[in-house]
């Protein structure tokens, strides 16, 4: 690989591109960036729940943190298996599987008797929540046109800022219901469910979309290049002309054949020298996304503001507001990724990141936490990982690897993130006690800092390269 930079004539560039049949394929890609969606609800629902457990099963900080580790822990198992299977079984039938998670784990969290039951519940859902994670924007990438891919893979992390706000609101409105409409319900198990635990509500409500994406994912093809490995060319023809047409397909299919003849199919390729630093950028990235701090911000977002002496209920709200925000400027990332490119987002968004962190961690030390200064620095935050280290590491770790262990090495990049998201979640409620709300984002601040060399001196620009050209260069 190199990190070739060089600027295309923008008039030649256009006049090239193929004519994509964009309904189709942006159905399809919708329907796979669902997966995101369920990701970001199935993490962020926990943020509302969090203070009903803590009270109800008399938790700790480490029993806290486990709580909510124990997604993670099921995500890192998922990120790992599912590249394997996924190489063996193709994308689409463990993007069915996960799905089916999913749905298991939103009815186990709404009814466990326990704090053991909810663990486990959360575990299959992390299953689900790890494999979606790597197959949603792995499949993606495999059947997107080199010009639209970065916005098309950018949609999956779209869809995780979206089920973010969706379970952010969904508390928030679940909250409200509880005290102001459901208070009169008579009925035994309804009251049980909405008003005396309506943690188990916020949980039960992912299975809605759950189910919608199982269904969903029925009428989707399965990946041209994972088909054209398995030897079944015609089928992968056949996809290929319903996303560029017949004769871009007929070049596109030449060009992934020739490639993957050239591929040995073995991980330990990915030692080779052309391919270290690929490996290199497929952990460090999806690492500085999750030691940025983003899912302190997204798990214990109504925490951190009744530190600051929000209400439970103004915690909630201005939670709410973050998600928006989030998903305001993944949108941003969507519209430019493929006009500027992956790394000019990246440099933008990491000093903007470093920058909040430690304001955020002044306002704490100075006790300067009542008006809207923290909510502001806050949403300045949320947008700078939205546009950069969000979804640009998910654009890059589903581009630079080859063909035949693509599923097996973007599993090493998102057992990165989910293994980094783990330690964060696990450790901040000790970090909280221990060091402060202050130290613990100036410690943040210091993690991500080292991102912005990284970029600048290893990782290359994809942009408007075919997956092909990207794994010869």
């Not at 008399?58 to 806290?64: F, G, M, P």
């Not at 998922?78 to 590249?83: E, P, Q, T, V």
């Not at 859902?125 to 790597?134: C, D, E, F, P, R």
């Not at 009542?370 to 546009?387: I, Q, V």
Request: include cysteine.
């Amino acid at each position: 690989m190199s990190s070739n930079n060089s600027i295309e004539n923008p008039a030649a560039v256009l006049s090239n591109r193929p004519k994509t049949h964009a309904g189709y394929l942006t159905i399809v890609c919708v329907i796979a960036a669902l997966g995101g969606f369920l990701f970001g609800f199935d993490t962020a629902v926990i943020s509302g729940t969090i203070v009903y457990l803590k009270k109800q099963f008399a938790l700790s900080a480490l029993r806290e943190g486990w709580v909510v580790a124990s997604a993670l822990i099921g995500c890192i198992v998922g990120a790992l298996s599912a590249g394997t299977l996924s190489d063996r079984f193709g994308r689409k039938k463990m993007l069915i599987f996960s799905a089916a998670l999913f749905l298991i784990s939103a009815v186990g969290s709404a009814i466990p008797p326990s704090v053991r039951v909810l663990v486990l519940a959360r575990f299959v859902g992390g299953l689900g929540v790890g494999a979606a994670s790597m197959l949603s924007p792995m499949y993606i990438s495999e059947l997107s046109p080199p010009h639209l891919r970065g916005r098309l893979v950018a949609l999956y992390q779209l869809a995780i800022t979206v089920g973010i706000l969706v379970a952010y609101f969904s508390n928030a409105m679940l909250q409200h219901l509880a005290v102001n409409v459901f208070a009169g319900i008579g009925e035994q198990y309804m009251r049980w469910i909405l008003v005396d635990e309506v943690w188990r509500a916020m949980f039960g409500a992912e299975s809605i979309p759950a189910v919608l994406f199982l269904l969903l994912l029925l009428i989707v093809p399965e990946s041209p290049r994972w088909l054209t490995k398995q030897g079944r060319a015609d089928e992968a023809m056949q996809v290929l002309a319903r996303v560029v047409g017949r004769t871009e397909a007929e070049k596109e299919m030449a060009e992934i054949q020739e490639t993957i003849s050239h591929e040995s199919g073995s991980i330990l390729q990915l030692l080779q020298p052309g391919l270290r630093i690929a490996l290199l950028i497929g952990i460090l990235l999806p690492l500085f996304s999750q030691v940025s701090g983003i899912n302190v911000v997204i798990y214990y977002g109504p925490k951190i503001f009744e530190e600051a002496g929000f209400k439970i209920s103004e915690s909630l709200g201005g939670a709410v507001v973050i998600g928006l925000i989030n998903m305001i400027f993944t949108f941003v990332a969507i519209a430019v990724v493929d006009k500027f490119g992956r790394k000019p987002l990246l440099y933008v968004g990491i000093c903007g990141l470093v920058s909040a962190l430690i304001g955020v961690g002044l306002l704490f030390y100075y006790q300067v936490t009542s008006g809207p200064l923290l909510l502001g620095l806050f949403m300045f935050y949320c947008a700078c990982f939205a546009f950069s280290l969000g979804p640009v590491p998910w654009i890059i770790i589903s581009e630079i690897f080859p063909t035949r262990i693509r599923g097996r090495a973007m599993s090493i990049g998102t057992f990165t993130i989910w293994g980094g998201c783990t330690l964060v979640a696990q450790t901040f409620p000790w970090l909280l006690e221990n060091l402060g709300p202050a130290g613990s984002f100036w410690l943040y601040a210091i993690l991500v800092a080292p991102a912005l060399p990284v970029v600048w001196l290893l990782v290359p620009e994809t942009k408007g390269k075919t997956l092909e050209q990207i794994e010869s260069d």
